[in-house]
């Protein structure tokens, strides 16, 4: 007899709930969780093959728990000051924010965000027995100073996530409103900056709020803008004494020493990795213009992917557009569907088979 989980002790907070689960299909163009469709350089990846080859040598010992040249170099990548002491890195963004809400959030205790937003932040949120409030943004999906003061005034929490910029929309968050929603808390703020490379160029990142703020955490990852998705690096910038307190929840030797070799490797090599981002922008560019040429909405994108609306049916439109080989994502948003910026040619591809969907699958 096969059981359910309705068969099990599950915790009662967990009954219920659905995982994530964005599809894995065999399709000619991905363009559904906002993968960097460029493969890794040559000279990036014969590097990183041979850090891993070394690593092999080595692997019948533990890795170095505290991945002391990896911290290095993510200090140099981040600039801004950043020294080793202030890096927490992790098996992707997903696990830095779970030892996150593990130190400073659990049972009694609440995170804030403001949908939508990154589907995974309640997710992990729930996961680690905290409660979950869903503040309001503000017209076009913006966050204003205002609104996360009064957010956070009126609730009052533990944890509070800011996307910037913000997925599934796009949208930037601006310093002074990570300023105010820093001075309204007393809590944990957490700033996921996993889309910062995509950024138009001179953007303030939240790095340089850091000094002087010890509640304040800054999340990013290598999974987009390096194209090392297959990897899992996340990593997290944050006082010296939040990193003692990853310290108190993380697994041992949570960070394999492949993973450690390959990330470090990469960093070595950042420039290369970085080259397509340009090309990825434009690819953005392309569908902010094109997209309204089809009688859709766009809203503006700090990212490597747009959320589109005026779509009548969007799962009929997604529907149609994967009978064309061609996946991109319904995020639950009426109207609305999301697609990644891919290249030149899958980003043509995609916008030549949604003209040909039928006019009907628009909003008049």
């Known amino acids: 007899m096969v059981a359910s989980l309705s068969d099990l002790p599950l915790r009662d907070d967990l009954r219920g709930l659905t995982p994530y689960g964005a599809p894995q299909l065999d399709v000619r163009v991905r363009l559904n969780v906002n993968e960097n469709a460029h493969p890794i350089p040559e000279v990036a990846a014969r590097s990183v093959v ?26 140099r990548y981040a600039g801004h000051g950043t020294v080793p002491e202030q890096i927490w890195a992790a098996n992707g963004s997903n ?19 403001f949908d939508p937003t990154y589907s995974m932040h309640p997710i992990i949120t729930a996961s680690t027995g905290t409660t979950w409030v869903s503040g ?6 913006e966050l204003s100073p205002g609104t996360v003061t ?7 929490p533990d944890v509070v996530f800011l996307c910037s910029p913000n997925n599934p929309t796009g949208t930037p968050v601006s310093n002074e409103t990570i300023e105010a929603a820093y001075a309204a808390t007393r809590g944990v703020l957490i700033v996921d900056e996993a889309y910062i490379e995509f950024a138009p160029e001179g953007t303030r990142t939240a790095l340089a709020l850091l000094p ?18 297959g990897v899992r690096l996340g990593y997290l910038l944050a006082d010296p004494a939040v990193i003692d307190a990853m310290r108190l929840v993380r697994l041992p030797y949570h960070l394999s020493a492949l993973t450690q070799a390959a990330a470090t490797a990469a960093l070595a090599h950042a420039d290369a990795l970085l080259a397509n981002v340009d090309d990825i922008r434009r690819q953005r560019d392309r569908l902010l213009t094109e ?25 009929q439109t997604f529907q149609r557009l994967l009978e064309r080989s061609v996946l991109i994502r319904d995020v639950g948003i ?27 699958t628009k909003v008049d």
């Open 50 to 75: 041979e850090a891993l080859a070394g690593a092999v040598l080595g692997a019948n010992r533990y890795p170095d728990r505290e991945f002391t040249e990896l911290r290095q170099a993510l200090a």
């Open 95 to 113: 696990e830095v924010l779970q030892h996150l809400l593990q130190a400073f959030g659990g049972p009694g205790r609440t995170a804030l965000g």
């Open 136 to 141: 309001e943004r503000d017209a076009g999906y």
């Open 150 to 156: 009064e957010w956070i005034e009126r609730t009052d």
């Open 212 to 229: 002087g703020r010890e509640r304040l955490v800054v999340s990013r990852t290598m999974s987009k803008a390096f194209a090392f998705a």
């Open 291 to 315: 997209l309204p040429e089809l009688g859709y909405t766009v809203w503006p994108s700090h990212t490597n992917f747009v959320l589109f609306g005026g779509v009548a049916d969007p799962r």
């Open 334 to 360: 009426a109207h609305h569907l999301r697609v990644t910026a891919g290249t030149e040619a899958e980003t043509t591809e995609f916008l030549t088979a949604l003209a040909e969907t039928d006019t009907a």
